[in-house]
């Protein structure tokens, strides 16, 4: 609970830190930027969501340590429930897996992103990715027609060089997850006996093939269609400009015919070709580590890997909003349900009915058709998530609360003189902890199931979130690049195999014929 308590008061810290002094931390950002961009989160320009937020995780933060030091000893039976949570290894270590993978999310621009960590220009070191808005290429000394655009990190990184004592430090993978559309990708060739076979690949290459004036840039000045590693097919080529000048026609590595109509000679535009043959990979493109791309690009030209990552971010924030909501709610309702029973019980038990009989999908498409477009996001796709996610928690606590109710920890109490909220808060629901620690993971996984199967239905969240649902969808509409499923297959069901491991392990931790202990 310390160490819990010392993080999240961190986290508020920072967020509020981050605001007075324009930095933008890792994960601490996500208050404000949500309180900037969604409707309604601010007031006349003031970011009251952000505030909220950072006030309400400092001072959960200080009320955790305070309790940690003053709540006494541990319980002997919460000790034995731990120590045997620990024995079961498969558990055990997707537990500390999963809070490391939670971790490495909380980094953000750290690990992914196309703004750099640090630059250092004519001697002076500056910090992009934790500034809140973006330095412009004229600042680093561009002066072309690019000048007034968001400065790309990436092509600075290529064009300096180690004389001019300019630096520039990227994110372990320089892409941001979305909104970051990449050139057509393209690997080295080799020739052998006059035929052409694809870097690192025994057989000859079929597909487009092309020769760049600039292979950085992705500018094409020529290309051509390959068969069995030769030419066979049409060609075409662009000028400087961009403009198609050149026309061919090949056969099993011949010219047949040529046509060209811009400036000058054809002679002098086919002598400007570069001398390197180059495999054309357009969107999706398969992984191309020398380009940085280890997993692919999507078909919407994102790498796949900053992709993923940008999904496990939105599974983990989801996460850290629903499970609160929907278990304070659940709880509470479910609790007061077999506490009192009678008129209360009965008028709860119909509107759970009615609402859980209702067709969550249409309700979903019904509800997502009338938000309006700037309001759409994740907070939109958790309200109604949470709309319908809480009253599975009611029965399992309206049954605990009526099981106990008669016990005679709960008659002393009343006996005492404890109130209504005291008897629930601080005696009925210390006793139903094992049941509460016991569903946290399988609601966890219901949540990022319910996440992807939305996404991949087309009824989730907006295409500026990177979603593992659309990947997924992306991927099955693209079965010629089987990275995409692939990849999104194995992150998905490894998460979910992690969370499933956790449960079992804490379930049987947790049970209740092992270690029964009323307070």
């Known amino acids: 609970m310390r160490l819990l308590g010392f993080s999240i008061l961190l986290l508020g810290a920072l967020a509020a830190t981050g605001q007075v002094m324009d930095i933008a931390f890792p994960t601490a950002r996500w208050f404000f930027d949500v309180s900037r961009e969604v409707p309604g989160l601010k007031f006349y320009g003031f970011p009251w969501f952000g505030w909220l937020s950072a006030g309400i995780f400092v001072l959960s933060g200080i009320a955790m340590i305070v309790r940690s030091y003053t709540s006494g000893p541990r319980n002997p039976i919460t000790t034995r429930r731990i120590r045997r949570f620990c024995e079961i290894k498969r558990g055990y270590y997707s537990l500390v897996l999963l809070i490391l993978l939670g971790g490495l999310a909380s980094l953000d621009q750290v690990v992914v992103g196309k703004r750099a960590l640090a630059v250092k220009y004519e001697g002076k070191w500056s910090f992009p990715a934790f500034l809140p808005s973006d330095l412009k290429n004229k600042d680093f000394g561009v002066s072309d027609k690019t000048a007034e655009a968001p400065a790309d990190y990436r092509k600075l990184k290529r064009t300096w060089d180690d004389s001019s004592g300019n630096r520039v430090i990227m994110p372990l993978i320089p892409y941001d997850p979305t909104g970051d559309t990449l050139a057509p990708r393209s690997r080295s060739m080799t020739q052998r006996d006059g035929v052409y076979f694809e870097s690192g690949s025994s057989k000859p290459y079929f597909g487009l093939v092309g ?231 399988f609601t966890m996984s219901d949540l990022v199931f319910s996440l992807t199967s939305l996404d991949y239905l087309g009824f989730g969240l907006p295409p500026e979130y990177a979603t593992w649902g659309r990947l997924l969808n992306d991927g099955l509409s693209n079965l010629s690049a089987p990275w995409l499923v692939t990849s999104t297959f194995v992150v998905l069901v490894g998460m979910l195999i992690l969370i499933t491991f956790i449960g079992e392990a804490v379930r049987e931790a947790f049970d209740p014929k092992k270690f029964t202990f009323y307070r």
């Not at 047949?256 to 969107?283: C, I, M, P, W």
């Not at 939109?380 to 996610?389: E, K, R, S, V, Y």
């Not at 606590?397 to 005291?422: C, F, P």
Request: hydrophobic fraction near 45%; charge should be neutral; avoid cysteine.
């Open 211 to 441: 020769r760049y004036d600039d292979v950085a840039e992705a500018k094409m000045h020529l290309r051509y269609t390959m068969r069995k590693g030769l030419l066979t097919g049409p060609a075409d080529g662009w000028n400087a400009q961009g403009m198609p000048v050149y026309s061919a026609e090949y056969k099993d590595g011949v010219l047949v015919s040529d046509r060209f109509s811009g400036e000058g000679t054809k002679e002098a535009f086919l002598a400007a070709q570069g001398n390197e043959l180059r495999a054309v990979k357009y969107h999706p493109a398969p992984p191309i580590p020398e380009e940085g791309n280890w997993l692919g690009t999507t078909s919407q030209g994102y790498d796949v890997l900053a992709y993923l990552y940008g999904g496990l971010q939105v599974n983990f924030k989801a996460a850290l909003i629903y499970l609160p909501i929907v278990y304070v709610i659940g709880i509470t309702i479910g609790m007061m349900m077999g506490y009192f029973g009678g008129w209360f019980d009965l008028v709860a038990q119909r509107i759970i009915e009615v609402l859980s009989n209702m067709p969550f999908l249409f309700i979903v498409i019904i509800l997502s058709s009338m938000v309006p477009e700037q309001f759409k996001g994740l907070p939109i796709i958790l309200t109604i998530l949470i709309a319908f996610g809480w009253m599975g928690m009611t029965f399992l606590m309206r049954t605990a609360a009526y099981r106990d109710k008669e016990r005679d920890y709960i008659s002393a109490a009343k006996v005492l003189g404890a109130g209504n909220s005291r008897i629930l808060f601080r005696h009925l629901l210390p006793n139903t902890v094992a049941i509460i620690v016991t569903v946290v993971p």
